[in-house]
């Protein structure tokens, strides 16, 4: 999902670095009033982590492999704005230091990963917690599946870029087809890194996941 250099092309990559350029720094108040003493060392963990699982490849199928995304992994940990922001200098380090992504495709990336994965993602999250039972296991639950449904939206991300400014002779009827096809399949790997990763931070330090932060409200209000 990392697009190279000249895969599309310089006026339309340019226009969605503009884009992308102006949504990163409109999270970054929002993400000042996310973060504290307690959520920022998480924060940079997240990232941390994100980095290091999107090197690493798992077989999906006919020779192709894919990687985590952590755009909703990211959102339901330390909130949408500092996701955003995360993603956005994972991504810009990832193009620097090993070419995975270009530099002048990193606006294009940017506006699939850290902006319409993390907050598609995010929304999808909120609307399923919100007709799940008040739990901790509604948390991971409702993590699950919008991690599932923020890879396809991503992809559309990328075929809207495709379709505006490809530098290929590829019909965006195809490129759908494959795309979608190998990233249904992705997404069930995201679905299941995601699942694990929030039970596991679910388990031990609840109080440290933005996504659960109003769960937990009502609970002590119903427990009062």
Known sequence: MHIPDGFIDIPTSAAFAGVSALAV???????????????????????????AVQMLNFPVAAGTSGHLFGSVLAAVLVGPY???????????LQA?????????????????????GVWVGYGVFLLVKKVLPK?????STAATIAGFISVPAAVMGFLLQYAIGANSTFSLTAV???????????????AVITAFSVTAVMATRPDLVYGYRGTKQQLEIRRA
């Open 25 to 51: 720094g409109a999270c970054l108040k929002g993400a000042a009033k996310s973060l504290d003493e307690k959520t920022a060392p998480l924060a940079g963990l997240t990232a941390t982590f994100i980095f």
């Open 82 to 92: 500092v996701a955003t922001l995360a993603l956005s200098v994972v991504l810009l």
């Open 96 to 116: 620097l230091l090993f070419a995975d992504g270009g530099l002048t495709a990193a606006g294009l990336n940017v506006f699939n990963l850290s902006l319409v």
């Open 135 to 139: 739990n901790k296991v509604s948390i």
């Open 176 to 190: 759908f087809t494959g795309m979608m096809s190998t990233h249904v399949l992705i997404g069930i790997g995201e």
